[in-house]
């Protein structure tokens, strides 16, 4: 390693750029795993930033002109400079990563695409595309039109720690289907490094997707087929050790496809990563979640079939870690009970050390923390706590045992259920303990790990869906819209807020889920929908042979994001189509109702942009950077796009302060504007900085821009180097 690093210097002292690149790709190989799942990094991933302005320092390539369907020149260069103007406008170029001296060339500006190294700074901004308004004060969905990895760098300013779901679908990386690009080049089956760059693509993502997840509580979600199945596995458990990780089998096409001399495959897969306390909910299963397929988790049985049940009692001895005498003493100790009447009388103290019988008490038994085998364990709560608890009446006697009886508590889960209203308290029990019952309309537990659901069946509620609301147009392999509201409630259900992303958005399921999940309990819940505006492999040779280029107005309508994802989710709310007519048929299972009623939800799109660190600094990329302080601050209402003369401006939500002259006039409106939780306050100087804050009410958050700006993409910069 020590030679190595020698000649590295070398290398570094002759050719200052190889030996840059050298000494990044010894550090890449330093890393690398000699155990577990081990593949390349691919350094660097890159992407072509189609309509992005061109400026003097930018990374590009010369487009073959038009009407060639051919790659074109692959070399990067760097331009120095500009001539001309209008169409005849031209840069200079120098190429980069080469020796001295190196090629320098001239190319028409209208012929050139930036393109974006993963190890470059990014500043991003957003440009709104339009919206869709029919949820009065609720939070806006987001659709964003971006290369993905840039708009998560994009979230982590907006949504660090702050995202509860994200549910993805990534390119399952099929090969013969052209279904996804690395570094601008289709992924083929015979590419031998094909699964290794799937794994690099995605690890990169997730990394950074990571940052986004509320580590106390939340859920990270992957679809996936046969053939990244146990590779995605491997690489969840290896970049998550902190979380759970489990996954679920379920069939989305129950006739199956035809594979190359295998089985007919009927099924795919569903990882779950669960962080902090995040775990599926106890939700209730109608049968067709038993394996008769009937439905899908939908109409509850009648209400005559249903029966009563009670809130989960559970043991009061001590399970799993820490569960011997010896690791809590305080709490082994005896517990005197009527055998007759199966009531207990007494709660006693602890037992000295050095002795296991408790002290006799005339008439009663003496139960004590001992398992079957006769070794000592130890009660959940102490000895003032049992007796505070069956005051409540969250203590009762099971079955007898060769100790005296079981002895079984309401925890405290279980326990404001029961205050909460979910259970009837119809009084106490002989024993004193609640009497609290419910309905049971269905088989209220956790959902097994294989899914056979008809809802779920990928043709009919995935493709002829979308075919129905988006009349010819098609989209290749879409999820059905009732497997993935299923797949999400699990973790949404007690959470009517939570903010959903989708940063492989598609044909846009998730956002339509969200909305639908909102519709049957009245949340508030928010998606975050990220898709490119790529278009197929067929369309793209066409266009090309056409003389079009990305970038193209003609080109970009065919794009996923404008002709797919932003159509559908407009028409889900209004419940029209893009042509106007009403949307035909209606929604089945667990909520049924026609199309054409639509949602009372809002939604606003958004392209990424790409600013330069000095115009942010300057206040002069403020109208691209308002996007994202909105989306901060809740995506609710409209958007500061701009101050104006008064120095500052406020919604019902946040605000934004220019001129700090005009400060005590702004904290005055803030202070009489209840709803709002976030001011951006524009300003160098940390103490003027500070003696805003001070002035404001308490439980407004402040930020100070452009500094947390800046920051936040000076630290994400590099990350991948």
């Known amino acids: 390693m020590s030679r ?35 593949f390349e990094r691919h350094q660097p991933e890159a992407v072509e930033l189609a309509g992005q302005p061109v400026r003097k320092g930018d990374k590009v390539r010369v487009l073959p002109s038009r009407g060639v369907t051919s790659r074109g020149d692959q070399r990067l260069w760097s331009v120095t400079g500009f001539a001309g103007k209008g169409s005849d406008r031209v840069a200079h170029l120098v190429e980069v990563g080469q020796d001295e001296p190196r090629n320098t060339t001239t190319a028409l500006v209208a012929d050139l695409v930036i393109v974006a190294e993963f190890r470059d700074d990014i500043y991003p901004g957003l440009i709104e595309t339009g919206r869709v308004e029919h949820g009065g004060d609720k939070p806006f969905h987001t659709v964003i039109n971006a290369e993905n990895f840039h708009a998560l760098e994009m979230l982590t300013y907006t949504h660090r720690h702050a995202i509860d779901a994200i549910y993805i679908d990534p390119p399952y990386n099929k090969g013969s289907f052209r279904d996804w690009k690395y570094n601008n080049l289709y992924v083929e089956a015979d590419d031998d490094y094909r699964h290794s760059k799937w794994l690099a693509m995605m690890e990169r993502r997730l990394l950074v997707a990571a940052e986004l997840l509320n580590p106390a509580d939340s859920v990270l979600i992957v679809t996936i087929d046969e053939l990244e199945v146990h590779r995605l596995g491997l690489l969840l458990e290896q970049l998550f050790p902190e979380a759970r990780v489990q996954m679920v089998s379920s069939i989305i096409n129950p006739k199956g496809v035809s594979t190359n001399g295998g089985f007919r495959r009927a099924d795919e897969y569903i990882f779950f990563v669960m962080f902090g306390s995040s775990h599926p909910a106890r939700l209730t299963l109608a049968p067709e979640w038993s394996p008769s397929p009937r439905g899908a988790m939908a109409e509850a049985p009648d209400p005559e079939d249903a029966r009563e049940v009670e809130p989960e009692w559970t043991s009061m001895m001590r399970r799993g870690s820490n569960s011997r005498r010896v690791d809590r003493p305080t709490m082994f100790y005896p517990i005197y009970a009527d055998p007759d009447t199966k009531r207990i009388v007494e709660v006693g103290e602890a037992i000295p050390a050095g002795t296991s019988e408790a002290p006799p008490k005339e008439g009663l038994v003496a139960i ?32 007898a045992t060769a100790y005296g009886f079981v002895v079984n508590y309401l925890p405290d889960g279980a326990y404001a259920d029961v205050q909460s209203g979910k259970y009837e308290v119809r009084g106490r029990a002989d024993d004193g303990s609640l009497l609290a019952y419910r309905a049971d309309l269905g088989d209220d537990r956790v959902a097994p790990t294989q899914w056979k659901i008809q809802s779920h069946n990928a043709s009919e509620y995935g493709s002829t869906l979308i075919s129905d609301i988006l009349p010819g147009r098609r989209f290749d392999f879409p999820k059905s819209l009732y497997a993935v509201e299923d797949t999400i409630r699990f973790f949404v259900q007690d959470k009517p807020t939570a903010v959903v992303l989708d940063f492989f958005s598609g044909s846009g399921t998730t956002a339509h889920a969200v909305m639908r999940l909102n519709k049957q309990d009245g949340g508030q819940r928010q998606c975050i929908s990220v898709t490119n505006n790529e278009v197929s492999a067929d369309e793209q040779g066409a266009l090309s042979a056409e ?36 949307l035909r048929g209606a929604y089945k299972f667990t909520d049924e109702f026609p199309m054409a009623e639509g949602f009372e939800e809002n939604a606003a799109f958004f392209t990424l942009t790409y600013e330069g660190p000095l115009s942010v600094a300057h206040h002069r990329a403020f109208a691209r950077v308002a996007p994202m302080l909105w989306l901060r601050a809740g995506a609710r209402g409209p958007i500061i796009t701009e101050i104006g003369d008064k120095g500052w401006d406020l919604t019902d939500v946040y605000g934004v302060l220019d001129d700090l002259d005009t400060a005590a006039r702004f904290v005055t409106e803030v202070k009489k504007t209840p709803g709002v939780a976030m001011v951006y306050i524009v300003t160098d100087d940390d103490l003027a900085f500070q003696m805003v804050c001070r002035e404001l009410p308490k439980g407004v958050r402040p930020v100070q821009l452009y500094e947390s700006y800046l920051r936040n993409f000076e630290i994400n910069s590099g990350r991948f180097a």
Not at 16 to 26: C, V
């Open 547 to 582: 003389g079009l280029r990305p970038g193209d107005p003609d080109w970009e309508k065919w794009g996923v994001c404008d002709h797919i994802t932003k159509p559908r989710i407009k028409a889900a709310i209004t419940g029209k189509t893009p042509d106007g007519d009403p």
């Open 4 to 38: 190595l690093s020698d000649l590295i210097r070398q290398a570094k002292a002759a050719d200052s750029q190889l030996g840059a690149d050298l000494e990044r790709e010894f550090r890449a190989l330093g890393k690398r795993r000699t155990f577990g799942l081990v």
């Open 368 to 399: 004590l923390p001992l398992r079957r085998n006769g070794s000592e364990g130890r009660w959940q709560v102490g000895a003032d706590e049992l007796r505070s608890r069956m005051a409540q009446g969250r203590v009762r006697l099971g079955r």
